[in-house]
């Protein structure tokens, strides 16, 4: 058996498969034995099924099954199906070949656990989608650096925005660690950090996020000429900044989760 945390495993175990790491796939191998133990830890316990998005060779899937895991695990690459036959051969899991963003997540059991490695490209629409089902009890990932900045941002920094305020919404967020280049095989061009999201039950809130988006669609206007482009009634918008203590030149960049929430149950307030 190739050893699947070390580059010479990969590149072994993919040749002898006939593979590549494909990047439209965003498949960048985790090949490092000690961050693979910090992420099984960062998401123990495991208190309830476990969904894993793109098992790629099975490294971190092996890793969750042999501390006990009752794993799915969701892949796109149809490729990959005889390697993962190969390296979690005995494991009792359910292995699905799909993408991800079109399995049926509104349906997993309350109390679901999500830890991958993240294709970089699907992280965003798929973290956010997850949050909404409100039926994970943790989610633990690995994603490009720049992304969970955006995650953990604090109001007033570049980083700031939808994202941040989508997870602040439904999660405590934590960014655990960073990861170079050269714990992935092929390494990628930038460093990854893993991130532990631990939702608090808030529902979604369709009307608070389509003030968010309006907020943040327009970032360089003013947090008032942005909502007021986007059909807001400017008097109401006047007057809700008013009733927060707002100045009119502040920007959506400033206001944190609790004041968008006041914002928006002012501005939904009928006359
Ligand atoms: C960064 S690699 C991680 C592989 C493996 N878990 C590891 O840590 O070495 C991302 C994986 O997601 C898979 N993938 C890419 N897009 C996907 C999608 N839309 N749905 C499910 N899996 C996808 C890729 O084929 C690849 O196996």
């Known amino acids: ?28 191998f985790l090949v490092s034995e000690a961050h693979l133990r910090r992420i099984v830890e960062a998401a123990r316990p495991f208190t309830g099924p476990v969904f894993e998005v793109g098992p790629g060779l099975g490294v971190l899937t092996r890793a969750l099954l042999e501390a006990g895991a009752e794993v799915t695990a969701i892949e796109k690459d ?38 991958a490695n993240l294709p970089y490209h699907i992280a965003t629409p798929l973290i956010t989608r997850l949050l909404k089902t409100g039926r994970f009890a943790r989610l633990v990932f690995l994603v490009q650096k720049e992304v969970a900045e955006r995650m953990t941002a604090r109001p007033g920094t570049p980083a700031y925005g939808v994202l941040s305020l989508r997870v602040a919404h439904h999660a405590r967020a934590e960014r655990l660690f960073d990861l ?79 004041q968008f929430r006041r914002l928006k149950e002012l501005l939904y307030t009928p006359e």
């Open 1 to 28: 058996m190739d050893k699947l945390t070390s580059p010479q495993g990969v590149r072994a175990l993919l040749e002898r498969h006939g593979l590549f790491a494909d990047k439209r796939f965003g498949q960048n």
């Open 78 to 115: 149809l490729r990959l199906k005889p390697v993962l036959e190969e390296t979690l051969s005995g494991f009792p899991l359910k292995l699905v070949f799909q993408d991800a963003l079109l399995y049926p997540w509104e349906e997993v059991p309350e109390g679901s656990l999500l830890v």
């Open 180 to 258: 170079p280049p050269g714990a992935f095989f092929p390494p990628p061009k930038v460093w990854s950090s893993l991130v532990r999201l631990t939702p608090t039950g808030a529902p979604d809130d369709p009307g608070l996020f389509r003030l968010v988006e309006a907020a943040f669609g327009k970032r360089r206007k003013t947090l008032k000429n942005a909502l007021v482009a986007a059909g807001y009634p400017r008097e109401k918008v006047e007057e809700a900044l008013a009733a927060l203590g707002l100045p009119e030149s502040v920007r959506g960049e400033a206001l944190p989760l609790a």
